[in-house]
Protein backbone atom coordinates (compact mmCIF):
# COMPACT_ATOMS: atom_id res chain seq x y z
CA UNK A 1 0.00 0.00 0.00
CA UNK A 2 1.42 3.16 -1.08
CA UNK A 3 2.15 5.83 1.85
CA UNK A 4 0.22 8.72 1.10
CA UNK A 5 1.41 10.34 4.64
CA UNK A 6 3.81 11.62 2.65
CA UNK A 7 3.78 14.54 0.04
CA UNK A 8 6.00 15.92 -1.90
CA UNK A 9 7.74 19.60 -0.98
CA UNK A 10 11.13 19.74 -3.66
CA UNK A 11 13.31 19.68 -0.98
CA UNK A 12 16.56 18.04 -0.48
CA UNK A 13 15.88 15.72 2.51
CA UNK A 14 19.22 16.65 3.98
CA UNK A 15 18.97 20.47 4.24
CA UNK A 16 19.49 21.46 7.81
CA UNK A 17 16.28 22.20 9.91
CA UNK A 18 14.11 19.75 7.39
CA UNK A 19 12.70 16.74 9.32
CA UNK A 20 13.09 13.44 7.88
CA UNK A 21 9.33 12.83 7.42
CA UNK A 22 8.49 16.15 5.08
CA UNK A 23 10.16 14.33 2.43
CA UNK A 24 7.28 14.19 -0.10
CA UNK A 25 8.09 11.89 -3.32
CA UNK A 26 5.64 12.37 -5.38
CA UNK A 27 5.70 14.51 -8.57
CA UNK A 28 4.29 18.25 -8.26
CA UNK A 29 2.86 18.01 -11.74
CA UNK A 30 0.53 15.43 -9.91
CA UNK A 31 -1.25 18.42 -8.25
CA UNK A 32 -1.92 20.01 -11.79
CA UNK A 33 -3.62 16.76 -12.45
CA UNK A 34 -6.31 17.79 -10.03
CA UNK A 35 -8.20 20.65 -11.59
CA UNK A 36 -8.05 18.63 -15.11
CA UNK A 37 -10.06 15.72 -13.53
CA UNK A 38 -12.14 17.96 -11.51
CA UNK A 39 -13.16 19.56 -14.67
CA UNK A 40 -13.56 16.25 -16.16
CA UNK A 41 -15.71 15.21 -13.47
CA UNK A 42 -17.59 18.59 -13.77
CA UNK A 43 -18.58 18.01 -17.19
CA UNK A 44 -19.05 14.63 -17.25
CA UNK A 45 -21.03 14.34 -14.18
CA UNK A 46 -23.58 17.65 -15.81
CA UNK A 47 -23.57 15.26 -18.99
CA UNK A 48 -24.63 11.85 -17.28
CA UNK A 49 -27.09 14.09 -14.75
CA UNK A 50 -28.89 15.31 -18.30
CA UNK A 51 -28.57 12.09 -19.67
CA UNK A 52 -30.70 10.63 -16.69
CA UNK A 53 -32.90 13.42 -16.88
CA UNK A 54 -34.38 12.20 -20.05
CA UNK A 55 -33.43 8.46 -20.15
CA UNK A 56 -34.71 5.78 -20.30
CA UNK A 57 -37.94 6.39 -21.26
CA UNK A 58 -39.29 3.36 -19.49
CA UNK A 59 -38.09 1.71 -16.25
CA UNK A 60 -35.18 -0.04 -17.18
CA UNK A 61 -33.67 -2.83 -14.24
CA UNK A 62 -35.94 -5.65 -12.24
CA UNK A 63 -38.71 -3.77 -11.16
CA UNK A 64 -39.31 -5.25 -7.85
CA UNK A 65 -40.40 -1.68 -6.87
CA UNK A 66 -40.90 2.06 -8.01
CA UNK A 67 -42.71 4.77 -6.19
CA UNK A 68 -45.67 6.38 -8.11
CA UNK A 69 -43.67 9.47 -10.26
CA UNK A 70 -40.47 8.72 -9.03
CA UNK A 71 -37.26 7.86 -11.42
CA UNK A 72 -35.58 5.46 -8.92
CA UNK A 73 -36.66 1.88 -8.13
CA UNK A 74 -35.48 -1.64 -6.53
CA UNK A 75 -33.24 -2.05 -8.54
CA UNK A 76 -33.33 0.17 -11.76
CA UNK A 77 -33.63 3.85 -13.06
CA UNK A 78 -36.36 5.25 -15.64
CA UNK A 79 -35.72 9.21 -17.00
CA UNK A 80 -36.63 11.83 -14.35
CA UNK A 81 -38.87 13.26 -16.98
CA UNK A 82 -40.79 10.61 -18.39
CA UNK A 83 -41.51 8.99 -14.95
CA UNK A 84 -42.59 12.42 -14.60
CA UNK A 85 -44.51 13.28 -17.39
CA UNK A 86 -47.80 13.31 -16.32
CA UNK A 87 -47.29 15.51 -13.00
CA UNK A 88 -44.79 17.56 -15.10
CA UNK A 89 -47.52 18.30 -18.29
CA UNK A 90 -50.57 18.75 -15.83
CA UNK A 91 -48.40 21.58 -13.71
CA UNK A 92 -47.30 23.23 -16.53
CA UNK A 93 -51.00 23.20 -18.01
CA UNK A 94 -52.46 24.27 -14.50
CA UNK A 95 -50.08 27.03 -14.85
CA UNK A 96 -51.13 28.02 -18.48
CA UNK A 97 -54.45 27.51 -17.48
CA UNK A 98 -54.77 30.16 -14.41
CA UNK A 99 -52.10 33.19 -16.13
CA UNK A 100 -52.23 32.21 -19.84
CA UNK A 101 -55.51 30.83 -21.64
CA UNK A 102 -59.18 31.64 -21.10
CA UNK A 103 -60.90 28.68 -22.12
CA UNK A 104 -64.43 30.59 -22.30
CA UNK A 105 -63.12 33.12 -24.60
CA UNK A 106 -61.04 30.69 -26.97
CA UNK A 107 -64.15 28.84 -27.40
CA UNK A 108 -66.24 31.94 -28.05
CA UNK A 109 -64.69 32.52 -30.73
CA UNK A 110 -65.88 29.17 -32.75
CA UNK A 111 -69.04 30.28 -34.99
CA UNK A 112 -71.86 27.28 -34.98
CA UNK A 113 -72.87 28.33 -38.00
CA UNK A 114 -69.91 27.99 -40.13
CA UNK A 115 -69.63 24.28 -37.66
CA UNK A 116 -72.91 23.74 -38.95
CA UNK A 117 -72.10 23.99 -42.79
CA UNK A 118 -69.23 22.21 -42.65
CA UNK A 119 -70.36 19.22 -40.50
CA UNK A 120 -73.68 18.98 -43.08
CA UNK A 121 -71.84 16.03 -45.25
CA UNK A 122 -71.58 13.81 -41.67
CA UNK A 123 -75.21 14.66 -40.41
CA UNK A 124 -77.14 14.07 -44.09
CA UNK A 125 -75.34 10.79 -43.82
CA UNK A 126 -76.23 10.52 -39.95
CA UNK A 127 -80.11 11.33 -41.09
CA UNK A 128 -80.62 8.70 -43.35
CA UNK A 129 -79.36 6.27 -41.08
CA UNK A 130 -81.88 7.76 -38.74
CA UNK A 131 -84.67 7.87 -40.58
CA UNK A 132 -84.34 4.13 -41.42
CA UNK A 133 -83.56 2.71 -38.29
CA UNK A 134 -86.86 5.00 -37.15
CA UNK A 135 -88.92 2.79 -39.12
CA UNK A 136 -87.43 -0.42 -38.66
CA UNK A 137 -87.88 0.19 -35.17
CA UNK A 138 -91.74 0.59 -34.91
CA UNK A 139 -92.64 -0.56 -38.75
CA UNK A 140 -89.83 -3.17 -40.10
CA UNK A 141 -89.69 -3.59 -43.93
CA UNK A 142 -92.01 0.07 -44.30
CA UNK A 143 -89.53 2.19 -45.25
CA UNK A 144 -87.84 0.24 -47.98
CA UNK A 145 -91.74 0.19 -49.59
CA UNK A 146 -92.29 3.69 -49.54
CA UNK A 147 -92.43 5.89 -52.48
CA UNK A 148 -89.09 8.05 -53.13
CA UNK A 149 -90.86 10.87 -52.95
CA UNK A 150 -91.98 10.13 -49.43
CA UNK A 151 -88.69 9.21 -48.28
CA UNK A 152 -86.84 12.52 -49.42
CA UNK A 153 -89.36 14.48 -47.07
CA UNK A 154 -88.55 12.52 -44.51
CA UNK A 155 -85.21 12.83 -44.79
CA UNK A 156 -84.97 16.37 -45.86
CA UNK A 157 -87.42 17.14 -42.12
CA UNK A 158 -84.64 14.56 -40.39
CA UNK A 159 -81.45 16.39 -42.44
CA UNK A 160 -83.04 20.01 -41.62
CA UNK A 161 -83.26 19.31 -38.00
CA UNK A 162 -79.92 17.14 -37.67
CA UNK A 163 -78.01 20.57 -39.28
CA UNK A 164 -79.60 22.68 -36.42
CA UNK A 165 -78.68 20.35 -33.95
CA UNK A 166 -74.90 20.01 -34.65
CA UNK A 167 -75.03 23.81 -34.19
CA UNK A 168 -76.97 23.89 -30.76
CA UNK A 169 -74.64 21.24 -29.87
CA UNK A 170 -71.76 23.51 -30.39
CA UNK A 171 -73.48 26.78 -28.66
CA UNK A 172 -74.29 24.50 -25.87
CA UNK A 173 -70.29 23.13 -25.67
CA UNK A 174 -69.38 26.86 -25.46
CA UNK A 175 -71.61 27.72 -22.94
CA UNK A 176 -69.99 25.09 -20.68
CA UNK A 177 -66.60 24.27 -21.60
CA UNK A 178 -64.93 24.41 -18.07
CA UNK A 179 -67.17 21.79 -17.42
CA UNK A 180 -67.02 19.29 -20.10
CA UNK A 181 -62.84 19.90 -21.17
CA UNK A 182 -60.84 19.28 -18.65
CA UNK A 183 -57.25 20.25 -19.93
CA UNK A 184 -55.20 19.39 -17.18
CA UNK A 185 -56.33 15.75 -17.12
CA UNK A 186 -55.87 15.57 -20.73
CA UNK A 187 -52.40 16.81 -20.87
CA UNK A 188 -51.40 14.51 -18.02
CA UNK A 189 -52.75 11.33 -19.48
CA UNK A 190 -51.56 12.60 -23.02
CA UNK A 191 -48.52 12.93 -21.31
CA UNK A 192 -48.28 9.75 -19.77
CA UNK A 193 -48.96 7.78 -22.81
CA UNK A 194 -46.94 10.10 -25.28
CA UNK A 195 -43.53 10.08 -23.10
CA UNK A 196 -40.91 10.04 -26.17
CA UNK A 197 -43.01 13.21 -27.72
CA UNK A 198 -42.54 14.52 -23.97
CA UNK A 199 -38.84 13.71 -23.82
CA UNK A 200 -38.62 15.41 -27.30
CA UNK A 201 -40.76 18.63 -26.49
CA UNK A 202 -38.25 19.07 -23.43
CA UNK A 203 -35.12 18.43 -25.23
CA UNK A 204 -36.35 20.64 -28.27
CA UNK A 205 -37.39 23.12 -25.83
CA UNK A 206 -34.24 23.24 -23.58
CA UNK A 207 -31.53 22.00 -26.33
CA UNK A 208 -29.88 25.36 -25.77
CA UNK A 209 -29.29 25.34 -21.49
CA UNK A 210 -28.41 21.73 -21.91
CA UNK A 211 -25.72 22.97 -24.05
CA UNK A 212 -24.80 25.69 -21.54
CA UNK A 213 -25.25 23.04 -18.43
CA UNK A 214 -22.77 20.58 -19.71
CA UNK A 215 -20.24 23.48 -20.79
CA UNK A 216 -20.63 24.97 -17.41
CA UNK A 217 -19.77 22.09 -15.28
CA UNK A 218 -16.44 22.39 -17.42
CA UNK A 219 -15.55 25.57 -16.38
CA UNK A 220 -16.83 25.48 -12.74
CA UNK A 221 -15.01 22.14 -12.38
CA UNK A 222 -11.79 23.56 -13.44
CA UNK A 223 -12.42 26.54 -11.01
CA UNK A 224 -13.21 24.86 -8.06
CA UNK A 225 -10.22 22.12 -8.92
CA UNK A 226 -7.81 24.93 -8.83
CA UNK A 227 -8.92 25.14 -4.73
CA UNK A 228 -9.28 21.24 -4.17
CA UNK A 229 -5.58 20.69 -5.25
CA UNK A 230 -4.17 23.93 -2.45
CA UNK A 231 -6.15 22.17 0.05
CA UNK A 232 -5.03 18.51 -0.86
CA UNK A 233 -1.33 19.61 -1.04
CA UNK A 234 -1.85 20.82 2.86
CA UNK A 235 -4.14 18.64 3.94
CA UNK A 236 -3.74 15.35 2.53
CA UNK A 237 -6.36 12.86 4.09
CA UNK A 238 -7.83 9.67 2.11
CA UNK A 239 -11.63 11.66 2.00
CA UNK A 240 -10.64 15.26 0.82
CA UNK A 241 -10.92 14.13 -3.12
CA UNK A 242 -14.30 12.15 -2.62
CA UNK A 243 -15.50 14.75 -0.92
CA UNK A 244 -14.45 17.58 -2.98
CA UNK A 245 -15.50 15.55 -6.00
CA UNK A 246 -19.04 15.43 -4.21
CA UNK A 247 -18.90 18.95 -3.84
CA UNK A 248 -17.93 19.29 -7.40
CA UNK A 249 -20.49 17.82 -8.57
CA UNK A 250 -22.94 18.94 -6.75
CA UNK A 251 -22.02 23.13 -7.03
CA UNK A 252 -21.38 22.25 -10.98
CA UNK A 253 -25.32 21.28 -11.30
CA UNK A 254 -26.46 23.75 -8.60
CA UNK A 255 -24.74 26.73 -10.06
CA UNK A 256 -25.97 25.12 -14.19
CA UNK A 257 -29.42 25.25 -13.16
CA UNK A 258 -29.65 28.50 -10.98
CA UNK A 259 -27.24 30.83 -14.08
CA UNK A 260 -29.98 29.00 -16.43
CA UNK A 261 -32.93 31.05 -14.82
CA UNK A 262 -31.40 34.21 -13.02
CA UNK A 263 -30.61 36.84 -12.89
CA UNK A 264 -34.47 37.22 -14.18
CA UNK A 265 -34.02 40.65 -15.15
CA UNK A 266 -30.78 41.69 -16.80
CA UNK A 267 -27.87 43.42 -15.46
CA UNK A 268 -25.39 45.66 -16.99
CA UNK A 269 -22.04 45.61 -16.07
CA UNK A 270 -19.30 47.09 -17.85
CA UNK A 271 -21.27 46.74 -21.48
CA UNK A 272 -22.41 43.17 -20.48
CA UNK A 273 -25.60 41.95 -19.98
CA UNK A 274 -26.03 39.58 -17.22
CA UNK A 275 -29.44 37.56 -17.75
CA UNK A 276 -30.59 33.61 -16.85
CA UNK A 277 -29.65 31.95 -20.22
CA UNK A 278 -33.19 30.76 -20.85
CA UNK A 279 -34.46 34.09 -19.74
CA UNK A 280 -32.44 35.54 -22.89
CA UNK A 281 -34.66 33.27 -25.26
CA UNK A 282 -37.90 34.21 -24.11
CA UNK A 283 -39.06 35.32 -27.44
CA UNK A 284 -37.50 32.27 -29.43
CA UNK A 285 -38.37 29.77 -26.72
CA UNK A 286 -41.89 30.94 -26.46
CA UNK A 287 -42.15 30.01 -30.17
CA UNK A 288 -40.59 26.50 -29.19
CA UNK A 289 -43.09 26.42 -26.16
CA UNK A 290 -46.23 26.91 -28.61
CA UNK A 291 -45.68 24.77 -31.08
CA UNK A 292 -44.30 21.80 -29.41
CA UNK A 293 -47.23 22.30 -27.42
CA UNK A 294 -50.47 22.65 -29.82
CA UNK A 295 -48.56 20.07 -32.45
CA UNK A 296 -48.38 17.43 -30.08
CA UNK A 297 -51.07 17.70 -27.05
CA UNK A 298 -53.54 20.82 -27.40
CA UNK A 299 -54.42 19.66 -30.58
CA UNK A 300 -58.29 20.12 -31.75
CA UNK A 301 -58.87 16.61 -32.08
CA UNK A 302 -57.92 15.91 -28.71
CA UNK A 303 -60.11 18.53 -27.38
CA UNK A 304 -62.61 17.75 -29.09
CA UNK A 305 -62.85 13.58 -27.94
CA UNK A 306 -62.02 14.76 -24.66
CA UNK A 307 -65.74 16.89 -24.62
CA UNK A 308 -67.13 13.88 -26.07
CA UNK A 309 -65.54 10.78 -23.98
CA UNK A 310 -63.55 12.51 -21.51
CA UNK A 311 -64.39 13.31 -18.08
CA UNK A 312 -67.10 15.77 -18.88
CA UNK A 313 -68.96 12.86 -20.91
CA UNK A 314 -71.75 12.86 -18.69
CA UNK A 315 -72.28 16.10 -19.04
CA UNK A 316 -71.97 16.43 -22.63
CA UNK A 317 -74.91 13.32 -22.97
CA UNK A 318 -77.09 15.19 -20.96
CA UNK A 319 -76.32 18.08 -23.15
CA UNK A 320 -77.21 16.05 -26.17
CA UNK A 321 -80.12 14.63 -24.55
CA UNK A 322 -82.11 17.47 -23.95
CA UNK A 323 -80.81 18.76 -27.63
CA UNK A 324 -82.25 15.60 -29.32
CA UNK A 325 -85.41 16.01 -27.40
CA UNK A 326 -86.06 19.42 -29.12
CA UNK A 327 -84.61 17.92 -32.11
CA UNK A 328 -87.46 15.08 -32.28
CA UNK A 329 -90.22 17.33 -31.23
CA UNK A 330 -89.48 19.78 -33.73
CA UNK A 331 -88.62 16.52 -36.70
CA UNK A 332 -92.01 15.38 -35.53
CA UNK A 333 -93.98 18.49 -36.49
CA UNK A 334 -91.84 18.62 -39.91
CA UNK A 335 -93.92 15.24 -40.56
CA UNK A 336 -97.38 16.68 -40.02
CA UNK A 337 -99.71 14.00 -39.96
CA UNK A 338 -98.23 12.15 -43.16
CA UNK A 339 -96.55 8.96 -40.77
CA UNK A 340 -98.00 9.67 -37.33
CA UNK A 341 -100.47 7.10 -36.98
CA UNK A 342 -97.93 4.72 -37.27
CA UNK A 343 -95.75 5.28 -34.28
CA UNK A 344 -96.60 4.58 -30.98
CA UNK A 345 -97.18 6.41 -27.77
CA UNK A 346 -93.85 5.79 -26.83
CA UNK A 347 -92.47 6.30 -29.89
CA UNK A 348 -90.43 9.98 -28.81
CA UNK A 349 -88.69 8.65 -25.70
CA UNK A 350 -87.35 5.41 -27.86
CA UNK A 351 -86.25 7.58 -30.86
CA UNK A 352 -84.89 9.90 -28.28
CA UNK A 353 -82.61 6.90 -27.21
CA UNK A 354 -81.76 5.51 -30.35
CA UNK A 355 -80.48 9.65 -31.71
CA UNK A 356 -78.90 10.10 -28.44
CA UNK A 357 -77.20 6.57 -29.10
CA UNK A 358 -76.45 7.28 -32.94
CA UNK A 359 -74.99 10.74 -32.27
CA UNK A 360 -72.92 10.42 -29.64
CA UNK A 361 -70.79 7.61 -31.88
CA UNK A 362 -70.97 9.76 -34.95
CA UNK A 363 -69.90 12.56 -33.06
CA UNK A 364 -65.93 11.64 -33.56
CA UNK A 365 -67.07 11.40 -37.23
CA UNK A 366 -68.85 14.86 -37.72
CA UNK A 367 -66.10 16.81 -34.96
CA UNK A 368 -63.54 16.28 -37.48
CA UNK A 369 -65.12 18.11 -40.41
CA UNK A 370 -65.40 21.53 -38.75
CA UNK A 371 -61.68 21.17 -37.20
CA UNK A 372 -60.08 23.71 -39.78
CA UNK A 373 -62.35 26.20 -38.29
CA UNK A 374 -62.24 25.39 -34.93
CA UNK A 375 -58.82 25.28 -35.36
CA UNK A 376 -58.11 28.82 -36.54
CA UNK A 377 -61.02 30.16 -34.20
CA UNK A 378 -59.01 28.79 -30.75
CA UNK A 379 -55.55 30.14 -32.54
CA UNK A 380 -53.78 28.25 -29.58
CA UNK A 381 -50.48 28.49 -31.21
CA UNK A 382 -50.58 32.10 -31.90
CA UNK A 383 -52.44 32.90 -28.53
CA UNK A 384 -49.39 30.57 -26.69
CA UNK A 385 -46.95 32.27 -28.26
CA UNK A 386 -48.00 35.85 -27.96
CA UNK A 387 -49.35 35.52 -24.36
CA UNK A 388 -45.63 33.90 -23.41
CA UNK A 389 -43.74 36.50 -25.34
CA UNK A 390 -45.14 39.22 -23.37
CA UNK A 391 -44.52 38.17 -20.10
CA UNK A 392 -42.37 39.78 -18.05
CA UNK A 393 -39.22 37.85 -17.34
CA UNK A 394 -40.00 37.32 -13.43
CA UNK A 395 -43.43 35.93 -14.71
CA UNK A 396 -42.33 34.33 -17.27
CA UNK A 397 -39.88 32.38 -15.03
CA UNK A 398 -42.61 31.83 -12.49
CA UNK A 399 -44.91 29.94 -15.34
CA UNK A 400 -42.13 27.64 -16.45
CA UNK A 401 -39.90 26.91 -13.37
CA UNK A 402 -42.29 25.53 -10.78
CA UNK A 403 -42.87 23.05 -13.34
CA UNK A 404 -38.99 21.52 -13.08
CA UNK A 405 -37.95 22.93 -9.77
CA UNK A 406 -39.03 20.03 -7.60
CA UNK A 407 -36.76 17.74 -9.80
CA UNK A 408 -33.78 19.60 -10.17
CA UNK A 409 -33.00 18.86 -6.48
CA UNK A 410 -32.62 15.00 -8.43
CA UNK A 411 -30.55 16.36 -10.91
CA UNK A 412 -28.04 17.80 -8.14
CA UNK A 413 -27.91 14.87 -5.73
CA UNK A 414 -27.19 12.43 -8.99
CA UNK A 415 -24.14 14.72 -9.87
CA UNK A 416 -23.27 14.97 -6.43
CA UNK A 417 -23.04 11.10 -6.19
CA UNK A 418 -20.84 10.64 -9.26
CA UNK A 419 -18.70 13.41 -8.89
CA UNK A 420 -18.39 11.62 -5.30
CA UNK A 421 -17.35 8.49 -7.07
CA UNK A 422 -15.08 9.90 -9.63
CA UNK A 423 -13.28 11.23 -5.95
CA UNK A 424 -12.94 7.98 -4.90
CA UNK A 425 -11.68 6.45 -8.54
CA UNK A 426 -9.13 9.06 -8.39
CA UNK A 427 -7.82 8.76 -4.61
CA UNK A 428 -7.49 5.03 -3.99
CA UNK A 429 -7.15 4.20 -8.49
CA UNK A 430 -5.43 6.87 -10.30
CA UNK A 431 -2.88 8.09 -8.31
CA UNK A 432 -2.23 5.27 -6.33
CA UNK A 433 -1.64 3.70 -9.67
CA UNK A 434 0.60 6.21 -10.95
Known amino acids: MYDWSHRILLQDADQPGQEDDDDRDVPFWMFFVIPIVSAIVGYGTNVIALKMSFYP ?6 KIWQPAGQPFGLFGWQGIVPARARIMASRLTELFMNRLLDLEEMFSRIDPEVVRRQCKPATEALTDRIARQTMDMFVPNVYDSLHDQTKAEIRRAVSDQSADMVAKLMKATQSRILELLDLISLMGRLAEENKEEVVTMFMEVG ?3 YKFVELSGLFFGFLFGCIQALIYYFYDAWWVLPTAGLFVGWFTNYMAIRLIFEPTEPIHILGFTIQGVFLKRQQEASVSIANLSQSNFLTVGHMMNEIVDGEGRIIFNEILQR ?52 EDALNMR ?33 GAILGMIVGFIQQFLVFQWI
Not at 57 to 62: C, D, L, M, N, R
Not at 356 to 366: F, K
Not at 384 to 394: G, N, V
Request: hydrophobic share 40%; aromatic share 8%.
Open 57 to 62: VEFTGI
Open 207 to 209: KRE
Open 323 to 374: ITREHISQMLSGFGGMMSSLFSSNFAEDLERAIVSSTHEEMRNIWPLAYDHI
Open 382 to 414: ETLRTKLQALPPREFVGTLRPVFQEDEVKLIVV
